[in-house]
């Protein structure tokens, strides 16, 4: 099997600090993802987990360290190297975050019109095709979000996600409140992606079968800093109380 | 005279309750100049947004149909009753007097000058101001905004700016036409008692109207439509991470705007005056 920390390191965090007032949420964070990998960030509610990969995208500034996207460093970023980043890195939300006033096509036409300009309506219309059925959903197109159910949304969401065809996605909490069958696909469909589109992914969850389903590589985090990282064996082996808590 | 200790201990809990109203005073203070500075931030990025090549034109032409949609039913109903209920109100004074014949007229530039924007300025911050701090603001608890600026799209420029522009330009023209239904309806009240004919009534009404009355009228309500757009987008755009923010936002967006329509009222009044 191929080490995948031989690969081409695509995100380097080191000494990332985050603070909202008082409260310290990251409190020197280092981490890296490499090429095709599927790192995933476990951790409690609160942890601190969404803040981190909302500064990957800049939705949120940090307020020390650095974070290294490719090759843009993304503290001081200028808005020419930013939208270089975002077109990098695609973001699945943790609800969808589909636009409620427009369809599934008119919100994937959205996402792909806003980041090339270049794209005739054929094109448009053969690629919304295309990732539709890769997410298998191929009758959505004319259907509002509201007519969706929640493990449709998320779908539509990484419809909406690999229709620009990133080299990295981030996933905030993919599982979150969905049926296990449901889950189960979702997680499934996570490793369809990389397998297909050969893309490196960050996945925050908390939801241990979708984390045993997903990782290459596992990151814990506790009190905004990384209490252990390792493979998925070296987590269910640890007699660590605080990593049983999530495995047992 | 020397101090018990209960009376020492009353002292220090009125130092202490002194002192933590003084800090209850000064967070206050802190936060309301923080707001400000929040307030004149947004501002600033909503105008440099304005003049920006990438103006959503689409976008800014849906906003002004459906603002002039939602609010064009609402406006006719309170436009007809607030004509009638003037004329009723108005006419058993001028009897009184002997000038009937100035109803019209009276009636008219009570409308154009004052009724007619105030009124459609006030429903318009209901409809309008509560649906933009509503829809904003339940695009912010549902990240749709974050998914946006991930996608390229900065939201003040596709959210924020065709609203505000799109308010700006709709409560003059809905103001001009509340002022035409209103007109419509004073004829209907005159008719109640009287027997006046449409263009007779029209000759009394606008023989009374200058130019100078209409003018300021307009100008003012640039301003209204700009405030309700300003301050539903902002109450929307900056709403909390809960769904009872949605609420709120909605909420404070119609106080907020209801509160400065009056106050740029007075101050345009204060102006009109002058000239």
């Known amino acids: 099997m191929m080490d995948i920390k031989e690969n081409k390191v695509v995100i380097d965090i080191q000494n990332l600090k985050k603070s909202f007032g008082d409260l310290k949420v990251l ?18 509610s609160g942890s601190g987990k969404s803040v981190l990969i909302k500064c990957i995208v800049n939705l949120l500034t940090h307020d020390e360290g650095s974070i290294k996207v490719g090759d843009f460093e993304l503290t001081d970023i200028n808005e ?111 490793n369809a ?38 493979i998925l064996d070296e987590f269910v082996n640890d007699n660590d109380p605080y990593i049983q808590s999530f495995f047992k | ?37 929040h307030v004149i931030a947004y501002l600033k990025l909503v105008f440099k947004n304005v003049f920006t090549k990438k103006f959503e034109f689409e976008e800014f032409l849906k906003q002004c149909y459906q603002i002039g949609n939602k609010s064009v039913g609402l406006i006719s109903i309170t436009g007809i009753i607030v004509g009638l209920v003037l004329t009723i109100q108005s006419r058993p004074a001028l009897v009184e007097f002997g000038a009937l014949a100035m109803l019209p ?29 509503a829809e904003l603001g339940s695009m912010r608890v549902s990240e749709q905004i974050d998914a946006m600026e991930v996608s390229n799209t900065n939201p003040i420029n596709f ?55 209409i003018i300021p009228a307009v100008i003012k309500s640039f301003f209204f439509g700009a405030v309700i757009g300003l301050v539903g987008c902002y109450k929307g755009y900056n709403a909390g991470r809960g769904t009872e923010s949605v609420g709120i936002a909605a909420n404070s967006a119609v106080v907020t705007a209801s509160l400065l329509l009056i106050i740029v009222d007075l101050i345009a009044v204060q102006i009109t005056d002058l000239l």
Not at chain 1, 126 to 154: F, Q, R, Y
Not at chain 2, 196 to 212: C, D, P, T
């Open chain 2, 1 to 37: 005279m020397i101090n018990t200790p209960n009376k020492a201990t009353q002292a220090h809990k009125k130092n202490l309750k002194f002192q933590s109203f003084i800090s209850f005073i000064k967070e206050k203070c802190i936060q309301f100049f923080i707001d400000i500075a």
């Open chain 1, 193 to 230: 992606t990389k397998s297909k589109f050969k893309n490196s992914s960050i996945i925050i969850s908390h939801d241990i079968n979708c984390v045993k389903k997903v990782a290459d590589r596992i990151a814990m985090l506790k009190d905004g800093k990384i209490y252990k990282v390792g």
């Open chain 2, 105 to 133: 007229g009276m009636v008219a530039i009570s409308i154009i000058r004052e009724m007619g924007p105030v009124i459609t300025a006030l429903i318009c911050a209901g409809k309008i101001g509560s649906s933009m701090g």
């Open chain 1, 80 to 190: 020419e190297d930013l939208i270089e980043v975002r077109k990098k890195t695609g973001f699945l939300f943790q609800g969808a975050a589909l636009y409620d006033s427009m369809t599934v096509k008119e919100n994937l036409m959205f996402a792909l019109s806003r980041l090339d300009k270049s794209f005739s309506k054929v094109e448009i219309n053969t690629k919304i095709n295309e990732v539709l059925d890769n997410v298998g959903l191929p009758d959505a197109m004319d259907k509002m979000p509201s007519e969706l159910s929640g493990g449709m949304k998320k779908r539509i969401g990484l419809a909406r996600t690999l229709i620009v065809n990133p080299k990295i996605i981030l996933y905030d909490e993919p599982t979150t409140g969905l049926d296990p069958i449901t889950s189960n696909e979702i997680s499934e469909l996570i």
């Open chain 1, 27 to 44: 409190d020197g964070v280092s981490i890296q993802l490499h090429e095709q990998e599927n790192l995933v960030i476990l951790g409690k």
């Open chain 2, 159 to 213: 959210l924020i700016v065709p609203r505000v522009l799109a308010a700006t330009i709709m409560i003059p023209i809905l103001t001009l036409y509340a002022d035409a239904i209103g007109i419509f309806g004073s004829w209907l009240g005159v008719n109640l008692k009287d027997n006046l004919s449409l263009e007779l009534f029209m000759n009394q009404a606008f023989s009374s109207v200058e130019f100078i009355d």
